[in-house]
């Protein structure tokens, strides 16, 4: 019975893979240890680039690098608490374009009911978040999002005016 569960693993890692839905996996300490080919393909970054990524809880990441991508994969707090939940979210390209999307997180335990890892699954956002009415986590978290992307377009590196030689450096 033993070899048969190992098999069908076998066959599942490779299918989650080359899978078109964009799914990623974090550990307990929000570190990216599986991307997939359907992110790959939505965000532009290969998966041997974000493996290894740490997810954070800031937006100031230049909007061209790996940061500002792993960064908006970050779940909210309450599913490091054990919690399911959806969020709505924009994802950054490596072009530096934000793509909004529905970030779905599953917190997987472990047999002591330990965070283990967390699933996240990628959706359209116009799906509705597995019928529930958002929370106010949920609204909170979309609209620090909608801001942070409002301030990056408006305060970027571009609005910066430097003439001495020590500002351009610091630019």
């Known amino acids: 019975r033993m070899k048969t569960r190992s098999r069908r693993r076998q066959k599942l890692g490779p ?21 997939n080919e359907g992110c790959v393909h939505l965000t532009g970054w290969s ?4 493996a290894g990524c740490v ?21 909210p707090p309450d599913v490091l608490a054990g919690r399911e939940m959806a969020v709505p979210a924009y994802l ?10 529905l970030l779905n997180f599953f917190p997987l ?8 890892h967390i699933l996240g699954i990628v959706t359209s956002i116009n799906q509705p978040a597995r019928g529930v009415d958002p929370g106010p986590a949920q609204k909170l978290h979309a609209e ?28």
């Open 15 to 35: 299918r989650l893979a080359a899978a078109e839905t964009p799914l990623f996996l974090l550990d307990a300490h929000r570190k990216i240890v599986f991307f």
């Open 47 to 50: 998966a041997e680039e974000v």
């Open 92 to 101: 950054r390209h490596r072009s530096g374009t934000s793509i909004a999307r």
């Open 55 to 75: 997810c954070e809880y800031t937006s100031d990441a230049d909007p061209h690098s790996i940061d500002a991508l792993t960064n908006s994969l970050c779940p």
């Open 144 to 171: 620090l999002a909608a801001l942070r992307l409002s301030l990056r377009r408006r305060y970027g590196i571009h609005s910066l005016a430097c003439r001495s030689e020590s500002m351009q450096r610091v630019l």
């Open 109 to 116: 335990k472990d047999q002591q009911g330990q965070l283990e």
